[in-house]
């Protein structure tokens, strides 16, 4: 239940603000990633005067409460094309217009932010502390939680969020909570646990900072295979500040093939050319894929005296932030050069390897 708090002039003065609390399974106050409800309820002494209605600080935070709510309450959905990476554009914080003379709310004198929950965090955001010496109101506290919010996303830790927990804000002392948003665990969409695939694909592990930029590597490395493809989405944890990254796969026979015919060839060894490809998709159950093909001129095909022969493989396995490509294929070729008085018959052949490790940046 919400309390509330009317301005008399015959009460002492004060300022109080708190936030309503979800209770846990252990019966504690817990904020689930979900679902967030900010309450700020103050009172403050005005002096009697004709013309003085009494406020009621519900308003002064309404706004806040519904935008936390809306934010909290959406589904992340990956569904990008694996080679098309979403970008993140972020309205920077105090680019719209300044509604502070709009604002004729209760006033809060802030001397002093403390900042909570980031002790497992390495990074918090410069400007803090930035409300201190100031007297806040509605549009000053929106515009500050907008964008400590807005740090985190910026830097892709979508689930990390910036709140105000119940607090008494009577002696200048803004309490900030930082609840770290982590990955507690894996897992498929049909209920299967969490196999190789999965494992493999994705940068970050259990207990680590969600990242959507991970999440972004790890769909295109799952979808790496081209018999496999998945979506991620984003579910509560079963402790607060938690999430669980569900996959959605969709697998088809993991063998495939494909016939070529081109005129790509050389003019001495013959301009058609003529192919076979398979692969083999998860050998390793790590969404990997092994290719073996071959080629030919046409020539080649009938016997003849001209040709040009190609066999090649090449493994691809992507983990992580790494992707590992090995290949390796063998060329022979044969034709006639002509000369001014005779022809020289020209044969030979070339062998090669390769091995190439990257790692995204």
Same mark, same amino acid.
């Given at each position: 239940?919400?309390?509330?708090?009317?301005?008399?002039?015959?009460?002492?003065?004060?300022?109080?603000?708190?936030?309503?609390?979800?209770?846990?399974?252990?019966?504690?106050?817990?904020?689930?990633?979900?679902? !967030?409800?900010?309450?700020?309820?103050?009172?403050?002494?005005?002096?009697?005067?004709?013309?003085?209605?009494?406020?009621?600080?519900?308003d002064?935070?309404?706004?806040?409460?519904?935008e936390?709510?809306?934010?909290?309450?959406?589904d992340?959905?990956?569904?990008?094309?694996?080679?098309?990476?979403?970008?993140?554009?972020?309205?920077?914080?105090?680019?719209?217009?300044?509604?502070?003379?709009?604002?004729?709310?209760?006033?809060?004198?802030?001397?002093?932010?403390?900042?909570?929950?980031?002790?497992?965090?390495?990074?918090?955001?410069?400007?803090?502390?930035?409300?201190?010496?100031?007297?806040?109101?509605?549009?000053?506290?929106?515009?500050?939680?907008?964008?400590?919010?807005? !740090?985190?996303?910026?830097?892709?830790?979508?689930?990390?969020?910036?709140?105000?927990?119940?607090?008494?804000?009577?002696?200048?002392?803004?309490?900030?909570?930082?609840?770290?948003?982590?990955?507690?665990?894996?897992? &498929?969409?049909?209920?299967?646990?969490?196999?190789?695939?999965?494992?493999?694909?994705?940068?970050?592990?259990?207990?680590?900072?969600?990242?959507?930029?991970?999440?972004?590597?790890?769909?295109?490395?799952?979808?790496?295979?081209?018999?496999?493809?998945?979506? !991620?989405?984003?579910?509560?944890?079963?402790r607060?500040?938690?999430?669980?990254?569900?996959?959605?796969?969709?697998?088809?026979?993991?063998?495939?093939?494909?016939?070529?015919?081109?005129?790509?060839?050389?003019?001495?060894?013959?301009? &058609?050319?003529?192919?076979?490809?398979?692969?083999?998709?998860?050998?390793?159950?790590?969404?990997d894929?092994?290719?073996?093909?071959?080629?030919?001129?046409?020539?080649?095909?009938?016997?003849?005296?001209?040709?040009?022969?190609?066999?090649?493989?090449? &493994?691809?396995?992507?983990?992580?932030?790494?992707?590992?490509?090995?290949?390796?294929?063998y060329?022979?070729?044969?034709f006639?050069?002509?000369?001014?008085?005779?022809?020289?018959?020209?044969?030979? &052949?070339?062998?090669?390897?390769?091995?190439?490790?990257?790692?995204?940046?």
């Amino acid at each position: 239940m919400l309390g509330r708090a009317k301005i008399t002039g015959s009460l002492p003065s004060f300022i109080t603000a708190f936030g309503q609390s979800l209770t846990g399974p252990g019966g504690g106050p817990c904020v689930f990633m979900n679902r !967030f409800v900010l309450c700020v309820l103050a009172s403050l002494f005005l002096a009697a005067c004709p013309g003085v209605a009494q406020v009621t600080p519900e308003d002064v935070v309404k706004s806040i409460e519904q935008e936390q709510l809306r934010r909290q309450q959406r589904d992340w959905d990956f569904n990008a094309e694996p080679d098309k990476r979403p970008d993140i554009h972020l309205e920077r914080p105090g680019d719209g217009p300044d509604d502070r003379e709009e604002d004729p709310g209760p006033c809060f004198p802030v001397s002093t932010t403390r900042v909570e929950g980031a002790e497992d965090l390495d990074l918090v955001p410069p400007d803090v502390d930035r409300l201190n010496g100031t007297c806040v109101r509605q549009g000053d506290l929106s515009r500050y939680l907008d964008s400590m919010n807005a !740090f985190y996303a910026g830097r892709g830790w979508i689930t990390t969020r910036v709140y105000l927990p119940e607090q008494d804000l009577s002696g200048g002392t803004l309490r900030v909570l930082v609840i770290s948003g982590r990955i507690e665990d894996f897992d &498929y969409e049909g209920g299967q646990a969490a196999d190789s695939r999965i494992h493999s694909a994705f940068p970050s592990g259990q207990g680590d900072i969600v990242n959507l930029r991970d999440i972004e590597q790890a769909l295109e490395n799952f979808n790496a295979p081209p018999t496999q493809s998945g979506t !991620f989405k984003l579910y509560p944890g079963t402790r607060h500040g938690t999430s669980i990254v569900r996959i959605s796969p969709q697998n088809r026979f993991p063998l495939g093939g494909r016939l070529s015919l081109d005129n790509l060839g050389y003019r001495n060894t013959g301009r &058609y050319k003529t192919g076979a490809d398979v692969h083999y998709d998860n050998l390793l159950n790590r969404n990997d894929t092994l290719r073996l093909g071959v080629s030919s001129t046409t020539r080649g095909l009938s016997g003849g005296k001209t040709y040009a022969r190609d066999v090649h493989g090449r &493994y691809l396995i992507p983990f992580g932030n790494w992707g590992l490509h090995i290949g390796a294929g063998y060329n022979t070729y044969r034709f006639t050069l002509p000369g001014i008085n005779q022809r020289f018959p020209l044969h030979g &052949y070339n062998h090669r390897l390769s091995a190439d490790l990257q790692r995204l940046l």
